[in-house]
């Protein structure tokens, strides 16, 4: 039984053409002579955009296992970064479906490729450690700084526009205009009204 296959190719200029890409990966599926069940192309869609969606739809394809491997140029075509491309691996291992490389010629389903993906997984969560490493110390330090003074952006609601809001939301005014009009966020408005809806305490 011939191994069922898919293809995912992108572009980030509009004007850019995955053709090249997608004959390179036909070649490869016809030498090892897989079925390639779908071709997922996402043109002119950079890989820093988080939602691209070739990719979110060849993702519900794989929930449904409708393949059994991924094939893509190079690394760069998939993930939009280290962690977000181990997000995207993690996926189709949980579904059984590897992942083949072309220009890196890497394969999940071998012990050589598995074990390349690892040190990449190592790698982001080493990131992520740092990053957040280097938050947690620069608020520390800004707390130290500054004892007297609190995190975050001042708040914009003082009871005058408490009053406002109440008003409005009598008159029907909807949240959105009352949210303009008063200068806060609508989570802000919503706290709002939730609080006197709220029953008070004896």
């Known amino acids: 039984m011939k191994k069922r296959v898919c293809l995912y190719a992108r572009v980030s200029h509009s004007t850019g053409n995955c053709e090249r890409q997608l004959a390179e990966l036909r070649e490869v ?51 939009r970064s280290v962690a977000n491309m181990c997000e995207i691996v993690g996926v189709l291992k949980s579904k059984k479906i590897d992942l083949f490389i072309k220009n890196q010629n890497i394969s999940t389903d071998t012990i050589v490729g598995e074990f390349f993906f690892n040190i990449i997984n ?18 520390e330090n800004w707390k130290r700084n500054n004892p007297d003074k609190k995190l975050g952006r001042p708040s914009q609601l003082t009871p005058e526009v408490e009053n406002t809001i109440r008003q409005m ?21 919503y706290k709002v009204i939730n609080a006197d809806k709220a029953p008070q305490s004896a």
């Not at 897989?34 to 955009?49: M, P, R, T």
């Not at 790698?123 to 938050?135: G, N, P, S, T």
């Not at 008159?171 to 408005?189: E, F, L, P």
């Open 122 to 139: 190592s790698v982001a969560q080493y990131e992520r450690d740092l990053i957040r490493e280097r938050v947690v110390s620069g608020l």
């Open 29 to 79: 599926a016809e030498n090892h002579d897989w079925e390639i069940i779908g071709e997922y192309v996402d043109e002119g869609i950079s890989g820093a955009k988080k939602s691209r969606p070739e990719l979110d739809r060849m993702l519900k394809d794989a929930m449904s296992r409708k393949f059994e491997l991924v094939m893509t140029i190079e690394l760069s075509r998939l993930g």
């Open 169 to 189: 939301r009598e008159s029907k005014i909807g949240i959105n205009k009352i949210a303009k009009v008063c200068g806060v966020g609508t989570q802000t408005i």
